[in-house]
Nanobody, 127 residues
Framework: QVQLVESGGGLVQAGGSLRLSCAAS????????MGWFRQAPGKEREFVAA????????YYADSVTGRLTISRDNAKTTVYLQMNSLKPEDTAVYFC????????????????????WGQGTQVTVSS
């Protein structure tokens, strides 16, 4: 079993930056992929970024590539999401996830589900 706890969300102006953190506990030595999803009010859950368990491979949604960066500190059992150049459309609850289900869509890998989920942290970007 894996428990995930996100932190670092908050209110930021457009163009600003935030760094989200996700601390994992439990069976953290298992080679789980990890990533981030987000869900805005009235919208479906959206894939944001994913990382292989060692961090050697990363994948991003087209809407965030170049602005958001996922990284994983395996020694500290923590995954991060560095968010730069934030836009109002980035406003959502961001969820950390582990043991991702990856799906290939039009040549791009995306995570569509996960076995373990965090509680979510709110990110609000004002215009």
């Amino acid at each position: 079993q894996v428990q995930l706890v996100e932190s670092g969300g908050g209110l930021v102006q457009a163009g600003g930056s935030l760094r989200l953190s996700c601390a994992a506990s439990g069976r953290t030595f298992s080679p789980y992929s990890m990533g981030w999803f987000r869900q805005a009010p009235g919208k479906e859950r959206e894939f944001v970024a994913a990382s292989s368990w060692r961090g050697g491979s990363t994948y991003y949604a087209d809407s965030v590539t170049g602005r958001l960066t996922i990284s994983r500190d395996n020694a500290k059992t923590t995954v991060y999401l560095q968010m730069n150049s934030l836009k109002p459309e980035d406003t959502a609850v961001y969820f950390c996830a582990a043991d991702l289900k990856m799906t290939l869509r039009v040549g791009t890998w995306e995570a569509t589900d996960a076995r373990y989920w965090g509680q979510g942290t709110q990110v609000t970007v004002s215009s």
